[in-house]
């Protein structure tokens, strides 16, 4: 059953990310509706983590069709983790993101205009944007309940068990590395934000 959620959670993510890219990255760039900077603001790494996970979804939908998931799934996260560091720079930038999005809602009327109709798009699934930018920051916790899931239904003595474990392992070191990442952030944020007033004031 957790072996099913891993394959089944992955393809939903993929589907919801390559909705995200058909839907509003590719139409957003085409359309030129944000500036270059705007729309590498808004979308950053996620042309990558598209790529990664069409690559993740196929490995893992191959060892279930061929019976064999249950003997590859610890490997095949093993093998991947480290590519997983590519969230460290939308985490970074996510909340900038959001504030800087809400502004261009107020100020880029063509932009504002165009979420509204996607949305209303059934190939949308009934997604807007907002929502569908905030998948990338839930899923690296969504592997680490997944693979602790797995670790514990699974017997010591099992042939995956320890690619398993060193999986668990790494997702939980990437894991805390992206917060690290996001609360330096946050605080040379808060510097030059300190520093925007000491120039204004003065």
């Known amino acids: 059953m957790i072996l099913n959620e891993v394959v089944s959670s992955e393809e939903t993510y993929l589907r919801r ?22 729309f590498d603001g808004q979308f950053g790494e996620l042309q990558s983590i598209v790529d990664l996970h ?9 060892a279930d069709a061929s019976g064999t998931l249950d003997f590859q799934v610890g490997q095949i996260f093993s093998d991947i983790c480290h ?11 996510f909340e900038k993101a959001l504030v800087k999005r809400g502004k261009l809602l107020t100020s880029n009327r063509k932009f504002a205009e165009y979420l509204v109709e996607a949305k209303q798009d059934p190939r ?8 569908l930018l905030i998948e990338p920051v839930q899923r690296i916790p969504r592997y680490r309940l997944l693979l602790e899931d797995l670790l514990k239904s699974t017997s ?3 042939t995956d068990f320890e ?28 510097v030059y934000q300190v520093m925007q007033q000491m120039e204004y004031n003065g």
């Open 17 to 38: 990310l390559t909705i995200t890219k058909e839907m509003f990255m590719i139409p957003i760039h085409e359309r030129s509706l944000l500036s270059t900077a705007e």
């Open 54 to 62: 069409t690559s993740l979804s196929q490995r893992l939908s191959n």
């Open 83 to 93: 590519e997983f560091s590519i969230y460290k720079g939308y985490l970074k930038c």
């Open 124 to 131: 949308c699934e009934g997604f807007s944007m907002e929502s």
């Open 156 to 158: 010591e003595s099992h």
């Open 163 to 190: 690619s398993i474990t060193t999986a668990l392992g790494n997702i939980c070191i990437i894991a805390a590395e992206n917060n690290e990442a996001i609360r330096q952030q946050e605080e040379l944020d808060k």
